[in-house]
């Protein structure tokens, strides 16, 4: 509860003071030529350029059939589709995971190119349709089921309960909290991945992958948060979300040790 004395935007002491709202500054004609050349973009089907065994094929050779077939039995729920999410996601596509469940309510917006795998003909899209498109130039073939809503109380149980394994991929810590607890009360012998503690440029040593309960995994340094001049930047977030990418791997395999 905001105290009646105090602003409700005003910052707690000694909190960073924020950065002002990005402003685009492209021109009419920029936006209305990018409008045309990535409608032309969007309308390009990806399966008519590859088959389904060619990217079979070049899987089965890198990984082996036993292998393969484990990945594309596999079921992950992706909880936010933005640096975390969309970089864990591309992993598991170029892998062969069979069934991704893309979950995010945002739409993609220029700040987030920094760090998301998303491109300029991107922007404006839900992120989860644009992730979709992502995914599917990569590999077409894949089950990928998309849910532009907000994870709360009232639909965790219907969002998450025909997956295998949840990744937390979340940028806002209270959101974090909530589908950690929710996930470990609601679903105790599903697999979660989680991550925290990703800003900045700090050494990419300090990021660890830990084994904390039966089901639960914990990416990251779990310390560091963004501040001005050490934001949420492409190579540390890449740094954590390939730790969970690869738990997720792991436990798809068998190997629940962290």
């Not at 409700?8 to 009419?28: D, E, K, M």
């Not at 991704?100 to 998303?118: A, C, E, G, K, S």
């Not at 990419?204 to 930047?233: H, I, Q």
Request: charged residues 20%.
């Amino acid at each position: 509860m905001v105290s009646s004395t105090t602003p409700s935007n005003a910052s707690a002491p000694g909190a960073p003071v924020p950065n002002p709202p990005f402003v685009p500054s492209a021109t009419q004609e920029q936006i209305d030529e990018r409008r045309r050349v990535f409608d032309a973009l969007r309308a390009l089907d990806p399966a008519s350029l590859v088959s389904r065994q060619e990217i079979r094929d070049a899987l089965l050779e890198r990984h082996g059939a036993a292998t393969q077939a484990k990945l594309d039995a596999a079921s992950v729920a992706i909880c936010g589709c933005g640096g975390l999410g969309s970089t864990v996601a591309v992993a598991l596509t170029r892998i062969g995971v069979g069934h991704l469940h893309l979950i995010d309510f945002d739409v993609v917006d220029m700040t987030n190119l920094n760090r998301q795998q998303y491109s300029l003909w991107h922007v404006g899209l839900p992120k989860t349709e644009a992730l979709r498109q992502v995914l599917a130039s990569i590999n077409p073939y894949l089950d990928v089921t998309c849910d532009q809503v907000k994870i709360d109380d009232g639909n965790v149980r219907e969002l998450l309960e025909n997956d295998g394994i949840v990744a937390e991929c979340f940028d806002v810590p209270e959101n974090k909290t909530f589908l950690v607890n929710a996930v470990l009360e609601t679903f105790p012998d599903k697999p979660l991945v989680s991550a925290s503690g990703m800003a900045g440029y700090r050494s990419s040593n300090l990021v660890t992958t830990r084994r904390v309960a039966r089901n639960f995994y914990f990416c990251g340094d779990g310390e560091t948060a963004p501040k001005p001049g050490a934001g949420l930047m492409a190579p540390r977030v890449g740094v954590v979300a390939s730790h969970e990418a690869n738990m997720v791997t792991r436990i798809i395999l068998g190997e629940l040790d962290a």
